[in-house]
Nanobody
Framework: VQLQASGGGLVQAGGSLGLSCAASGGTFGRYIMGWFRQAPGKEREFVAAITWTGIVSYYANSVKGRFTISRDNDKQTVYLLMNKLKPEDTAVYYC????????????????????WGQGTQVTVSS
């Protein structure tokens, strides 16, 4: 499985940005997809995840109500729409595929994911 993240950039606080993550080489529609982020000097942290059907989504408290995760299984792509961005959202954002099919256990843990995209930088200026 290969994941290609895109859409990062520089935005002012309060603005919006959309990320995409295109998958290839696997059975995309069977897995939870997640977004994580890593700020300079900090550990990588969970941002959001979405189940294989796209019906259920999960969010970190820090982004709940501002970020929306979605997916298009026909296009094998997962999205992250980020609104009301804050300087503390500045990080490299990574998409990832859960290691087990039809399994939403520990969706917020890095160890539950085995394929990762290369990351895309999001910078929010104050």
């Amino acid at each position: 499985v290969q994941l290609q993240a895109s859409g990062g950039g520089l935005v002012q606080a309060g603005g919006s940005l959309g990320l995409s993550c295109a998958a290839s080489g696997g059975t995309f529609g069977r897995y939870i997809m997640g977004w994580f982020r890593q700020a300079p000097g900090k550990e990588r942290e969970f941002v959001a995840a979405i189940t294989w059907t796209g019906i259920v989504s999960y969010y970190a408290n820090s982004v709940k109500g501002r970020f929306t995760i979605s997916r298009d299984n026909d296009k094998q792509t997962v999205y992250l729409l980020m609104n009301k961005l804050k300087p503390e959202d500045t990080a490299v954002y990574y998409c990832a595929t859960h290691r087990r099919t039809y399994d939403n256990s520990a969706y917020d843990r890095m160890t539950s994911y085995d394929y990762w995209g290369q990351g895309t930088q999001v910078t929010v200026s104050s």
